[in-house]
Structures are given as C-alpha cells and as structure tokens.
C-alpha cells in the first residue's frame, strides 16, 4: 500500500521539511527523519521515535553520518522508497564580499550532503530497481536575478544540475529523480538560523543591502506560499507512475520562472546568427 512506503527526508526540524514529515507521519507513512540534532527533530514534530517514526541525529557533510543513518533506516523499516534532500541553508552576500570558508560552507552543506545522501541510498533503490528521488532547490536555482544571494544561488543551480543528470542516468533503473523549485513559502527559512549574514559586507553593494533588508523586515512571515499545499503536492507526485524532472511550487515560482523563460527565448533569437556562426563552414 502507498502509505506503507519509507520516506527518508534531511533537514526535517523546520521548513519544508518539518511540514512534510508531520503530514507524512498523519497519513500513516513510515519516515526517517534526519536533523543535527534528535531532540530538537522530536520536539518540532512533536513525537518521538515509534514504530512508523524514525529521527536521526546526522551530519549530512561527513558520509559515516549519512552512512550510520542509513543503515538505521534499512535496519527499522527495511528499505527506502523516497528521498527528499531538503537540508541546506540560505546565504546572504554579494559575490565579491563572500568569503571562501562562507562560500564553501554553503556548498557542503547544499550540495555536497545531498550528493552524500543519494551516494548511501542509491544502492537500495539499485537493488529493488525502484525509487523517487527528490532534490530540494529553489526558483533562486533557475533565475538568480537578486542581488546579494548570488552563492546561494549558485548551491541551488548545482543541485538543479545534478539532479537533471541522475535522472537520466537512474531512468533505466526504475528510478525518477526530480528537482523541486519552490517560490516563497511561509515558514522560518528567512529567520536568522537559516539565512546567514555575510561577515565582512562592503556598502558599495547598496542593492545587495537592499535585498536583505527587504527579506528580514518584508517578506519574512509575508510569503504568499502555503507550506502544508506545498508538501501535499509532493505526496502526491511522489505517489504517482511518472514524476516530472523539474517541479515548480508557488505562482511566485511559475512567475518568475516563465520570466526567466521569456527573456533567454529572447536572447537566444536576438543573438541567434552570431550563436550559429561558430560551427565549422559545412
């Protein structure tokens, strides 16, 4: 039955995947959970370890961490149907005022823990020649066109390229994977443990300091984007034959996503004779 499937979803104590985990858990599923922490992932969801619930306190950045939670996982329920990678962080700065330890973090956690987690839980699927994988970014992983989140970005842009290529690669598997662009949704990833401030901001960047601003005092606890509509729609593609590669969540999302369609539709024929005159004469 549907719900007898194994959920395996990171960065479960808030956002997204807070939402996720509790509506999966109210709908009978059976869910491992991971977080930095056990005991602050059983109070937000409001339950401890039980026979269809499994909270793991996981580093997502050190493969044995990943690995241990795994082998829990397999252990309890016996095998995993879906991932959900949603661990990472947001991270305000320009570019230039970004440090290499800032950038670099922000790329551990964002891209190279859910490169972990797929690493440890691809065999399984492997092995049963079934599996959905869905991978977490962001609108800001298709059209980057905010000033001052620039590497955050970026980590969305590389998860967003990862994921078109596994899923090509797991297809002939009996595996999907897709990723996941939400827009703006109202939960506390604009709150200051999830967007972090650069170290060293250079106020030459009036824009950047604009955007974040914006963020803290105008749009943090104003997105239009209702999270439990947002995990409810997971569920249900995950419960679905075919899975989309790309998933866009909120009308902020399509919105600007169409935008970022339009105006590279117009690039490509503004600049199209100069594009195609690189090839070989033939």
């Not at 230039?96 to 797929?118: H, K, Q, Y």
């Not at 998860?159 to 297809?171: D, N, P």
């Not at 897709?178 to 960047?205: C, H, Q, W």
């Not at 790309?246 to 339009?262: P, R, T, V």
Request: aromatic letters at 8%; a negative charge; one cysteine or more.
């Amino acid at each position: 039955m549907e719900n007898q499937k194994v959920w395996f979803v990171t960065g479960a104590s808030k956002g997204l995947g807070l939402s996720l985990v509790k509506q999966l858990l109210s709908a009978g599923y059976n869910v491992a959970a991971t977080s930095r922490t056990v005991d602050s992932l059983s109070k937000a969801v409001g339950t401890e370890e039980s026979e269809n619930f499994l909270p793991l306190e996981v580093s997502i950045t050190t493969e044995q961490s990943v690995k241990d939670a795994v082998s829990k996982t397999i252990e309890k329920f016996g095998t995993i149907d879906v991932l959900v990678n949603n661990a990472g962080y947001g991270l305000f700065g320009a570019v230039e005022e970004l440090s290499d330890e800032e950038t670099r973090r922000n790329f551990d956690i964002n891209v190279f823990g859910s490169l972990n987690v797929i690493r440890q839980i691809l065999p399984y699927m492997r092995a049963k020649g079934s599996g959905k994988i869905f991978n977490i970014s962001s609108i800001g992983g298709f059209t980057a066109d905010f000033p001052g989140v620039g590497i955050y970005c970026s980590t969305k842009f590389a998860v967003a390229g990862f994921t078109e290529a596994l899923a090509s690669e797991v297809k002939e598997l009996g595996i999907s994977a897709t990723v996941v662009y939400p827009g703006y949704f109202r939960t506390d990833f604009l709150s200051s443990e999830s967007m972090v401030a650069p170290k060293n901001a250079i106020e030459d960047y009036a824009g950047a300091r604009a955007s974040v601003q914006a963020h803290e005092n105008e749009i943090a606890g104003n997105q239009p984007g209702d999270p439990q509509k947002a995990v409810a729609v997971l569920i249900k593609i995950a419960s679905e034959e075919n899975t989309p590669v790309h998933l866009f969540l909120g009308k902020d999302s399509y919105e600007m996503a169409q935008g970022k369609i339009q105006t590279m539709t117009k690039n490509l024929e503004e600049y199209k004779a100069i594009t195609v005159s690189t090839d070989f004469d033939s």
